[in-house]
């Protein structure tokens, strides 16, 4: 899980959103190692390069690998939510909530990715907590470095969605305590990997479950009660056909309907909740369609989740 992240931002850009003030509160921007391999993407795999931000501590004082605490950066991370009953997984973009901007405006209301592709205007970036390593071939060659998100028990926000998320280091002052492996103990930054209840999200379109699209629709909002036509293939025309006109009718849809939506939302208005349907034998299926065949009066269907 928090493998797939997207950070689409130029790496100017990046390097503004990662200002930081230094110990004299002097305001400072982070200086690049191997510039050249980072590569803006709106779908990152755990196999791409990714921005990572160390301390100058690794470069002036130690050899690097010592310390090996790190900070993750991304506009935000990917996570799949199991729809119960089925193999069907929807994808959400999960990240930092966004102070309001004249540019920005309401990104909750953008469905289209052109609209969505305004929203980066001052935007906080997520900050994820992590280890890092660093190989050098025996035989000579380029330095491979690595690095491992932690990860810690859902937020209550998240819990129907996936079980676990990153370690977030929510705060300037959180991601400078754990950078600072010189000033601040293992045990002292430890106290910082914890849940926090201080992200929201959105669903996305399941293009993004390729990582190979990496376009701005992999990140922008998408409307999942927007119900999509249902495609039939000629192999099974009839059988739908019979099932038209032989399958019990539908009766209080209304009824059902207010009822669904009487049931209380989350406050970003996404999530869905999927019971299990309620599985229903064989044999018993065909003693009430007999029952109802006899008694001539179809009973009205009972409503259950897809």
Excluded at 10 to 33: F, I, M, S
Excluded at 98 to 114: A, C, F, H, L
Excluded at 229 to 245: F, H, R, V
Aim: aromatic share 8%.
């Amino acid at each position: 899980m928090c493998g797939r992240t997207s950070c689409h931002l130029p790496r100017d850009v990046l390097t503004r959103a990662c200002a930081y003030h230094d110990r004299q509160g002097q305001k400072q921007l982070p200086e690049w190692r191997d510039a050249d391999k980072y590569c803006p993407s709106y779908n990152k795999s755990p196999q791409s390069d990714n921005p990572v931000l160390l301390s100058r501590l690794h470069f002036d004082k130690v050899p690097l690998g010592k310390g090996r605490r790190c900070v993750i950066l991304a506009d935000g991370f990917y996570e799949w939510q199991r729809c119960q009953g089925t193999s069907q997984r929807q994808p959400y973009f999960i990240y930092f909530p966004q102070i309001k901007t004249e540019k920005s405006g309401n990104t909750v209301n953008r469905t289209s990715p052109e609209d969505w592709e305004k929203v980066w205007d001052n935007w906080r970036l997520l900050t994820m907590a992590g280890i890092f390593d660093c190989w050098e071939p025996p035989q000579g060659g380029d330095i491979l470095y690595s690095y491992t998100i932690i990860t810690v028990d859902s937020c209550k926000g998240l819990k129907d969605i996936h079980h676990r998320m990153p370690a977030i280091l929510d705060g300037d002052e959180a991601v400078s305590k754990w950078l600072d492996f010189g000033e601040v103990s293992m045990q002292e930054a430890l106290t910082l990997i914890q849940p926090t209840e201080n992200v929201t999200f959105h669903p996305v379109s399941t293009i993004v479950n390729n990582s190979r699209n990496n376009t701005p629709e992999c990140l922008a909002p998408v409307d999942l009660l927007v119900k999509k036509e249902l495609k039939i293939s000629g192999s099974n025309q009839k059988m739908l056909q019979w099932l038209a006109t032989k399958s019990p009718k539908k009766e209080n849809s209304e009824t059902a309907q207010k009822e669904e939506s009487s049931v209380p939302q989350w406050s970003s208005q996404f999530l869905t909740k999927n019971p299990r349907p309620t599985k229903r034998g064989s044999a018993g299926l065909l003693e009430q369609w007999l029952k109802r065949e006899k008694e001539e009066e179809p009973l009205a269907k009972q409503p259950h989740c897809q």
